[in-house]
């Protein structure tokens, strides 16, 4: 092996100067890595600056994987044009480098896997003359391109806990005009091996920092999947109103005049706008799941309408009882055939009767978008008929609680129900501004907490108006409504189809709820579309006209009747 390791070029009066120049081109890289958030680009500035101090024509960068093999990163030569991995589009079809054999023996044959493993810098003068290193596959390679790879400078990088968390390897050094290829100096040694330190640390920083990322955006899964868990009916609105809103984030940020023209979003907007949303409603973990998931309005722990079930049943049987007494007294004192079928009759229509209001129960019972006032009377018609409870004693056929419930005019919500799922969004706030926020996250509890404003100041929790607001809470807001309308998986309602969901969120913009801007840029830009395509059932795609929709900037109110003073 010692044959490898060759003595580098001594340090001249030229090289000393090369030295300084390179220590000034470190410090900028340095501080040019450090602020390099994208690992591929990253590692590819890593293997350029390195490329560059040293004014070598080739280089490869590899790291190492979590089975324990060298992976080829980027692979870069000059001359030759060549150029795989990183930004380049090209992927390196070279397979990893084995740093130990089949039988467990470190493999030391090879520079780049010597050095993963010994954490020392390898320089050869000549890769066509050196001992020690098995170069066949460079020569096999040098045949097919007529390339010839001579020089070789291998450098481990190596994180701030000494390990060795990857190997830069750079071929074939140039003289000044770069018409010769010379061996690696001791100041190219110097100078590549202090950017591998600052390189490896820059790598090791932005690798944590994704590592961090990518635990907490797992932890935020977790919080949706305990939502999911706890009301399987909206723990899908959980994970569409992230998707939703990004799509109309990004058709807002690409807006070039009007009011929206100055609004565009960075990567770090995107990731924090991403981050609010997934969170938007983390409060709802407080929310009590009978409520959550009432799916009818008689329903708490159970649907209570089958008590009520029962209930007629006791006074169908009150009834066929009453009949039969009657029936069994008229025979006694000689009633007609007439009489009898009098009696019968008298039962058939309270038979009769008795299912009707329980089917108008069961009907009211579900819910719905209005309840009429008559309907809502007649319940309370209903609930004054008498029966014998359990207990012997004569009772109004509903309670107050049922009849409360039951005349909900909109909906299966009562509205203290109402008043405990709208406390969700101030949890949401309290448990989000409670957190430790980094600066590029701190407006997460803004953006997430303003969903259920609206731009008229007629939201919740804090009536803010539209100027109060960000454009990305604004945003959110029509996402979740949207989403809300058109949702497949809810109990007590179906999915509204595209058409129907324009209709009701186009009023709600021209009544000064939604963002009439952002409004238009959702029909503009098709995002209800392209949302639609992805999580709507097909019977729900239906044909917009979109001149049809208020609040759109082409619609058309229709015209006035004939008669009509105006």
């Given amino acids: 092996m010692d044959g490898g390791h060759q003595r580098a070029v001594p340090v001249t009066v030229d090289a000393a100067q090369e030295l300084v120049q390179g220590l000034e081109q470190l410090n900028a890289i340095g501080a040019s890595l450090s602020a390099e958030r994208d690992i591929r680009r990253l590692l590819e500035s890593i293997l350029m600056a390195a490329k560059a101090i040293t004014r070598a024509d080739g280089g490869t960068l590899y790291r190492i994987g979590n089975d324990g093999t060298l992976h080829f990163e980027i692979v870069r030569t000059t001359s030759l044009a060549y150029y795989l991995g990183g930004t380049s589009g090209n992927p390196v079809p070279f397979y990893p480098i084995q740093l130990v054999d089949a039988d467990g023996r470190p493999n030391h044959s090879m520079v780049a896997a010597h050095v993963a493993l010994t ?9 066509y003359t050196a001992e020690g290193y098995d170069f066949s596959g460079t020569r096999a390679v040098d045949q097919q391109t007529g390339y010839r790879s001579q020089s070789f400078l291998t450098v481990p990088l190596k994180n701030h806990e000494n390990e060795v968390i990857g190997v830069l390897q750079l071929i074939n050094a140039t003289n000044a005009d770069r018409s010769e290829i010379i061996p690696f100096t001791l100041s190219h040694q110097r100078l590549a091996e202090s950017l591998a330190s600052q390189a490896a640390i820059a790598l090791t920083n932005r690798t944590l920092v994704i590592q961090l990322e990518e635990l907490f955006e797992s932890f935020i899964t977790v919080i949706s999947s305990a939502i999911d868990q706890k009301s399987p009916d909206t723990g899908g609105h959980c994970q569409r109103v992230p998707l939703l809103t990004m799509m109309l984030a990004e058709a807002a940020s690409d807006v070039r005049q009007g009011p929206l023209a100055a609004f565009t979003m960075t990567d770090r907007d995107r990731y924090e706008l991403k981050i609010a949303a997934l969170l938007h409603d983390c409060g709802k973990v407080t929310t ?17 309408i089958h008590l009520i079930d029962t209930r007629f049943e006791v006074l169908k049987r009150d009834a066929k009882i009453q009949q039969l007494q009657e029936r069994a007294l008229a025979v006694a004192t000689g009633a007609s055939a007439a009489e009898l079928a009098a009696i019968d009759r008298r039962f058939q229509d309270s038979e009769w009767q008795l299912h009707d209001a329980r089917d108008f129960l069961r009907a009211c019972n579900s819910g719905s978008e209005g ?7 007649r319940v309370r018609e209903i609930a004054g008929l008498r029966w014998t409870d359990l207990s012997g004693r004569e009772a109004d056929f509903l309670s107050a609680d049922e009849v409360l419930n039951l005349t909900i005019r909109s909906g299966t919500l009562t509205a203290e129900e109402r008043q405990v799922v709208k406390h969700h969004i101030v949890a949401t706030m309290k448990m989000l501004e409670s957190l430790p926020w980094p600066k590029h996250l701190e407006r997460v509890p803004e953006f997430a907490g303003g969903h259920h404003e609206r731009v008229d100041g007629t939201g919740y929790p804090k009536g803010l108006k539209r100027e109060e607001m960000s454009v990305q809470a604004r945003v959110m807001g029509i996402a979740d409504v949207f989403e809300a309308l058109t949702a497949k998986d809810r109990p007590y309602k179906k999915g509204m189809s595209l058409s129907e969901a324009l209709q009701v969120l186009g009023k709600m913009s021209e009544d000064g709820h939604l963002d009439p801007d952002l409004f238009e840029v959702f029909l503009r830009a098709k995002v209800y579309r392209r949302y639609a395509e992805q999580f709507l059932d097909p019977e729900q795609l239906d044909a917009v006209d979109e001149s049809r929709i208020p609040g ?3 619609f058309r109110s229709p015209p006035p009747p004939a008669d009509s003073p105006g």
């Fill in 552 to 554: 759109h900037s082409g």
């Fill in 288 to 304: 009590p799941v009978h409520v959550v998931s009432k799916a009818t309005k008689l329903e708490t722990i159970w649907d209570r």
């Fill in 119 to 127: 954490g020392e810098t390898v320089n050869v003068p000549d890769a």
């Fill in 371 to 377: 309840m009429a006032a008559s309907d809502q009377e």
